[in-house]
């Protein structure tokens, strides 16, 4: 379950810039998650659930949406760029283990939604 | 209206600044840090408590110790005459940076030449959090199976040592040495792999062997860096 950490990571990210931004409250977050990681997407939304109830009505009933990314592989012994699932990472061409992750293992905040007092139809 | 900020930052970028700051502090100690992961009960503290009886006539040895309650861990190390600092996590499934970094105040003797932090036996929790060390080790046992690769990709990856404890187990379980180092070789080609007994110490000078070679380049490298 670090799926708690990770929720808590995000909301330490948005939530102070949120609020130098003007926001009364945060919509949506989007997450960029690599299939790499073993982020469990049920487990993501209980915790979402919880932080978000905990961090106040800045965040309260904040929609999650995730964009995975698949991993994808640089062979450092002849060059070739490829697409791979995650238990077969070699070279499909030379069969070289060298190889380089360049895509697969994002963790990232990629934007997020925010309503200001001016533009939200609830101030409350 | 709703307006949209843009961010791109990953969502570990605390912990991530946190372990960069450790692995200078780690540096100016001139301290060279394995974290080590597996299952629960695969035999860390006595895999430690091995490596520790193999370079001790080498190497100042400290010991972190990462559990979620509970302090035995830390009190065998501390008899067998090491540092040791344990980390109550709380419930917490993983260890973070922050937590080490007041581990590594409270651990005082800053003349270590090898640290190596127990992290909470866990084979996915544990994966993503950078503690800044120079070496991550795992563990498998030999009654956890050879399929474990397969069901834990993620820590058999992100691992440059894996240690196959209880190898003295091996007439009792099913556990196939080829396949298992098949499964290896396609996920994560470069990884070493020794296969130790913590209990009888088969095995186990090979492993202290390369982890003393480590330890050694390690200085040099530092060592030159200063001058």
């Known amino acids: 379950m670090h799926e708690?950490?990770?929720?808590?990571?995000?909301?330490?990210?948005?939530?102070?810039?949120?609020?130098?931004?003007?926001?009364?409250?945060?919509?949506v977050i989007r997450l960029r998650i690599g299939t790499m990681t073993d982020i469990v997407r049920e487990a993501l939304d209980f915790a979402w659930d919880v932080v978000c109830d905990e961090r106040g009505p800045i965040v309260q009933g904040c929609r999650l949406e995730i964009e995975p990314v698949e991993p994808h592989f640089?062979?450092?012994?002849?060059?070739?760029?490829?697409?791979?699932d995650r238990l077969h990472p070699r070279c499909p061409v030379c069969g070289s283990g060298q190889t380089l992750l360049t895509k697969g293992r994002e963790l990232e905040i990629?934007?997020?939604?925010?309503?200001?007092?001016?533009?939200?139809?609830?101030?409350? | 209206m709703?307006?949209?900020?843009?961010m791109g930052t990953p969502i570990l970028a605390k912990n991530d600044r946190l372990a960069d700051e450790l692995r200078t502090r780690f540096a100016q100690d001139g301290t060279f840090v394995v974290n080590l992961l597996s299952s629960p009960g695969s035999g860390k503290t006595s895999t430690i408590l091995a490596t520790m009886r193999g370079l001790a006539d080498r190497f100042r040895i400290g010991v972190i110790e990462g559990d979620i309650a509970s302090d035995v861990d830390a009190l065998r190390v501390k008899e067998a005459g090491a540092a040791a600092v344990q980390i109550n996590t709380g419930g917490l499934c993983h260890l973070e940076s922050a937590m080490i970094a007041r581990a590594w105040d409270a651990i005082g003797d800053k003349g270590l030449d090898l640290a190596i932090i127990e992290n909470v036996g866990n084979l996915v929790c544990t994966v993503d959090f950078d503690l800044?060390?120079?070496?991550?080790?795992?563990?498998l046992s030999v009654p956890e199976g050879d399929?474990?690769?397969?069901?834990?990709?993620?820590?058999?990856?992100?691992?440059?040592?894996?240690?196959?404890?209880?190898?003295?187990t091996l007439?009792?379980?099913?556990?196939?040495?080829?396949?298992?180092?098949?499964?290896?070789?396609?996920?994560?080609?470069?990884?070493?792999?020794?296969?130790?007994?913590?209990?009888?110490?088969?095995?186990?000078?090979?492993?202290?062997?390369?982890l003393a070679q480590r330890i050694q380049e390690h200085k040099a490298h530092a060592s030159a860096a200063r001058s």
Request: net charge negative; charged share 25%; glycine share 6%.
């Open chain 2, 132 to 139: 800044g060390e120079t070496l991550r080790v795992m563990i």
């Open chain 1, 110 to 124: 990629a934007s997020f939604d925010i309503e200001t007092p001016e533009t939200s139809d609830d101030e409350s």
């Open chain 1, 74 to 84: 640089v062979c450092m012994a002849c060059g070739h760029e490829y697409d791979a």
């Open chain 2, 171 to 210: 007439p009792a379980f099913d556990f196939d040495r080829a396949r298992f180092r098949d499964e290896i070789s396609q996920l994560n080609p470069n990884a070493r792999i020794f296969e130790v007994s913590a209990k009888t110490g088969e095995g186990m000078d090979a492993w202290c062997d390369y």
């Open chain 1, 4 to 27: 708690y950490s990770i929720v808590e990571g995000v909301m330490d990210g948005v939530i102070p810039l949120a609020r130098q931004n003007g926001a009364s409250r945060v919509s």
């Open chain 2, 2 to 6: 709703a307006e949209t900020i843009q």
């Open chain 2, 147 to 168: 399929d474990k690769p397969l069901k834990y990709p993620g820590i058999f990856q992100s691992s440059q040592v894996i240690l196959v404890n209880k190898i003295d």
